[in-house]
């Protein structure tokens, strides 16, 4: 059974930082591209970072590139998201997610899912 279980969302100021951590469990985890995404309140669920199997690369959308850095531990199973100078607009509900084929930003890609962490930011 694939679990994906993240950590470490809550409150903080604007221009604060927060560290989201994703422990998986039950899959291959070095096999998997992994991402991170997230969902506002009345918003649709947007990509936010990926990393790939291999650690090679990266990928950011403009809204959150040079503030957020994704990073993995192949050895430990897990994958963070480091977030720094945070906007309100960044205040969601965060999923890391696992894809069997690659990190890209489609939704589809991905097969499992986290229950998600409150990430919030006030002005």
């Known amino acids: 059974q694939v679990q994906l279980v993240e950590s470490g969302g809550g409150l903080v100021q604007a221009g604060g930082s927060l560290r989201l951590s994703c422990a998986a469990s039950g899959l291959t985890f070095s096999s998997y591209g992994m991402g991170w995404f997230r969902q506002a309140p009345g918003k649709e669920r947007e990509f936010v970072a990926a990393i790939s199997w291999s650690l090679r690369s990266t990928d950011y959308p403009d809204s959150v590139k040079g503030r957020f850095t994704i990073s993995r531990d192949n050895a430990k199973n897990t994958v963070n998201l480091q977030m720094n100078s945070l906007k309100p607009e960044d205040t969601a509900v965060y999923y890391c997610?696992?894809?069997?084929?690659?990190?890209?930003?489609?939704?589809?890609?991905?097969?499992?899912w986290g229950q998600g962490t409150q990430v919030t930011v006030s002005s």
């Open positions: 997610a696992a894809s069997p084929y690659s990190s890209g930003r489609r939704e589809a890609a991905y097969a499992y």
